[in-house]
């Protein structure tokens, strides 16, 4: 992978994480508009982008200077994601418990998790 399509990785994945923090504040106010099959589709396309951004993991700890040790230990936290969501399987079908779910553990671990990574990974798009 040369020079350029590490650029274009890093901020694919930079924008990727932002465009599921949106789809988390989408599907937060869908429950509180009531659309909750809104908010079923664009959870699905969360969840499609925890894999691309799994993946992705990989290939940006392969690419990124060895000597870059926080920003490895801030991208290898989003297990701490992953975790949160072995709770969701028995909260699908209750709505208010999948709410509060989303609202108070997923988003926020999401969100920490995130800004983390982006600090870190900052300097690498910017170039």
Not at 104 to 117: H, S, T, Y
Request: aromatic share 14%.
């Amino acid at each position: 992978m040369n020079a350029y399509e590490r650029f274009e990785l890093y901020h694919f994945y930079y924008h990727l994480l932002n465009t599921v923090q949106d789809g988390l504040d989408d599907v937060l106010e869908s429950f509180r508009r009531l659309e909750l099959s809104e908010a079923e589709k664009v959870f699905t396309d969360i969840m499609r982008a925890f894999y691309h951004i799994d993946s992705s993991n990989v290939l940006i700890i392969e690419k990124v200077s060895e000597d870059d040790c926080q920003l490895i230990h801030e991208i290898k936290r989003f297990d701490e994601v992953i975790n949160e969501l072995d709770h969701l399987d028995f909260m699908y079908f209750q709505p208010l418990t999948y709410e509060s779910f989303l609202r108070d553990k997923l988003a926020p671990v999401f969100l920490a998790w995130k800004e983390g990574v982006q600090q870190r990974l900052q300097p690498y798009i910017l170039q």
